[in-house]
């Protein structure tokens, strides 16, 4: 499962997102992350869920975000739900073809493992491309 909060920047998509890692430590068992640019959210988010600051692994690029989540996953295999604040921010790219590439590897990942996603994106809500579209809810 991958599930997309999409919003302008100051919009409230960090609370939402926040909103939904706590409801998930409600309802589902096994390991969460949360990898954010920073440490935004170091007193936000609770203290069972992972919080990764991707800065400090130089991660530049979707090719290198799918290899730090199969990094994390090869390490624990419990891990069932990954959040990501900011994706355009920490793969540093908005191309189409590169984000519809990513979002779809981690579909297939998602039905392969069992670990959903939750990631938030700054940018208009109001008419998504359809293959960002068919990822929020």
Known sequence: MVNIVMGPEGSGKTKLLIDAISRALKTESGSMVC????????????H?????????????????????????????????????????????SKDPVETENFLDWC???????GVAFTFTLADDPSNPPEYIARYMD
């Not at 400090?56 to 419990?78: M, P, R, V, W």
């Not at 579909?107 to 493992?113: P, R, T």
């Open 48 to 92: 069972r869920v992972r919080l990764i600051d991707a800065s400090e692994y130089s991660i530049k690029s979707y090719t290198l975000l799918q290899g730090f989540i199969s990094g994390l996953h090869a390490g624990n295999f419990d891990i069932t739900h990954i959040f990501i604040d900011n994706l355009y921010s920490l793969s540093r």
């Open 35 to 46: 990898i954010e640019k920073g440490h935004t959210l170091r007193y936000d988010v609770d």
């Open 107 to 113: 579909n297939l990942f998602s039905a392969e493992n």
